[in-house]
């Protein structure tokens, strides 16, 4: 768990810089920003989605994930507990609340090949090199972030630690059904979320990302499966 337990301050040490630095930042700067953030989520989505080679996967993949996750609600389990925090914290002087930011960021730093890769790395052979990368990126991620989407950044990563934790823990048993395939599917079901987050981001779409997170693991049966039939 050191790995995960490193992850979770770097967002927290970044998610403070990025704060402090929110108070000099002019508005319309802040906002244009976390457009600009937004296309770049955009782009690592698109990337990360062409890793995958089977679309059968995907499609049947986001379908029965959807199915899943609209119907635990998951979306607004998880606002519902961010806007519980956002009674204690949130100054109503800002345009983005911090159910908002936390979503957005547990999503991000949450879905990824790193995320789960490295969290399986640390709870197999307790390797923690990936993690130590991914914690790198997700600090410069995080203090960037904070500054236009506010403390709900700092706040999701207490969704990162449960997540995360919970790969680590949950090695053993699936680290055997982790192929290579499977990997990149899962890669591209996940980038897929990200895309759909970007477009959350600059303002396009209101989609509930987070209600399509069970898509992302589903590869894990629907790649052997299909690989059999096909």
Known sequence: MLGVFVNVIGIIVGSSIGLLMKKGIPSRISEAMMKGLGLCTLYIGWSGALKGSNTLVLIISMAMGIVIGEGLNLDARLKGFAEKLETKFHKGDGKISIAEGFIASSLLF?????????????????????????????FISAMVFASSLGIGVMMSSIFVLIFQGGIVLLAQVVAPFLTDGVV?????????????????????TKIKVLNFLPAMFLPILLTPLLGHIL
Do not use: H, P
């Open 184 to 204: 990149a599917e899962m890669t591209c079901v996940g980038s897929v979320l990200i895309f759909a987050l970007g477009l959350n981001l600059i303002g396009i």
């Open 110 to 138: 949450c879905v990824g090949a790193m995320t789960v890769v490295g969290s399986m790395q640390a709870g197999l052979s307790g390797d923690y090199e990936m993690l130590l990368t991914k914690s790198v990126l997700d």
